[in-house]
């Protein structure tokens, strides 16, 4: 890490990181959750290493769900939590409802401002940042975002509030412009919004899955109003969206897996295994299919993962094998879908469940990707830049539980200390750095950052009688965090 990126460690009331070098305090059970600065960041206005959102409480938990570089220089965070947390403007929370938040903070970590609603799901909203520095938000709530700290509104209603996908759209400064939510009164065709982009007029794309009918969907919606321009939907037995994005002339791709054929007007991706992967781009005027392609070669079953869209119309494709063991990336010509080039990624051993990317000012790729590596090490993120042409990475940087040991049985009780880390989103601040949100538990080593969560270092046990995995989750309280990390 450059000795020139200061720390800011979110800590318990006067607890406070005084380096990277000397680790991260324990956090005493009772404290709740706080926002502290450490090495000067706020009054030199320097870069910060670590921002981490710990829980008050046993049980609580906090999970960052989504960043994005705002056009000023600045960050734009998203995350969700249980209980109660300061993410930077004053403890507060929900009764009886996870809360959802997104928040624009100053590059030393300075919130500048930070919108919160009521959530249904610990997978916490996504965000979108277009050219103006409008914000807009994809999440599960009951109401509109507004001012942190301003009491949930009263529902009004005999069936009371349900919890609906919605969109909404915030001014730079994080005023609402409008907000749309999605149909939920027939289960068949529930849906549930994944991805947001935001194209150069400013216009809001999301696409998603279909809860029982397993087809996916892309909408775009006007950027003044939310008028929906088009629907389209890419039709399937079984599929899913792994990845979203907008290229230069308004079109979108849109990428994933299905588990059969997947059409879309006239356009076909045929079967190739238990699990096939497709790239779809789709005009920007009515959303109709300019192509439909399988993801890899036929002898090769492959699953697209995430996909971006760079300056000159082109698209990287990060995918993985079936089986889950290697992870490629490719580029594209966006106007056909033919390939360009593909490299596979080095990886150590283990599975890919995830994977994230951005493309740097000058278009070359740093991916993100979410690993599971065996008995010693549960869970682990690897960072990848790339040319943007390809070839011999130009540097990687590895994100894991710092300190592990395997299951054990001890005079009657079960001990675990199989801490777990999910990079969950990731934006590209320039050639040599990135920033990187999710969520750890214990400690862990964030590119060269320590972080440790609450409790990380007491022993944990379990009766052998009891609900093993509900008696783990209740001391494996996640942190958020949120690491600059630098080449």
Known sequence: MNSRFAIVAIVAISAALASAS??????????????????????????????????????????????????????????????????GLGAGGLANTMTSFVGRYSPSGRPRWVRWMSSSSMDGPRVAVDATGGVTVLATSRYAPRPFGTPEPACGEKSGCPFTPTIHVLSPEGEPRWSRAFPIADRREEMHPEHVVTDASGDVTVAGRFGVKGDVFVARYASASGTRRWFSRLRSSASAAHGLAALPNGDVVVTGYTTGEMRIDDAVASKQGTMTGYLACLAAADGTARWLDVVGPASTASIGMAVAGDAAGDVFLVSRSAFSDHASLAKLTGATGAPRWSRVLPTPPGQIRGAAIDLEQGGAPVVALQLTMGETAKAAALIVALPAEGGVPLWSRQLRTHSLRPDRRDEGQRVDASWSLEAV???????????????????????????????????????????????????????????????
């Open 22 to 87: 000397a680790g991260c305090a324990s956090m005493p059970s009772h404290a709740t959750i706080g926002f502290a600065s450490a090495s000067g960041a706020e009054l030199t206005d320097r870069p910060f290493g670590l921002l981490r959102f710990t829980p008050g409480g046993r049980g609580q938990m906090v999970t960052g769900s989504s960043v994005k570089r705002h056009p000023s220089g600045d960050l734009v965070v998203a995350g969700v939590w249980t209980g109660k947390a300061d993410v």
């Open 425 to 487: 989103s990731m934006a590209s601040l320039g050639p040599a750095e990135v920033v990187v949100t999710g969520w750890f538990t214990g400690r862990a080593d964030l590119g060269g950052l320590r972080a440790e969560g609450p409790w990380a270092r007491e022993r944990r046990t379990c009766d052998i009688d009891d609900d093993y995995e509900a008696c783990k989750e209740d001391w494996s309280e996640r942190s958020m965090f949120v690491a600059r990390i630098g080449r």
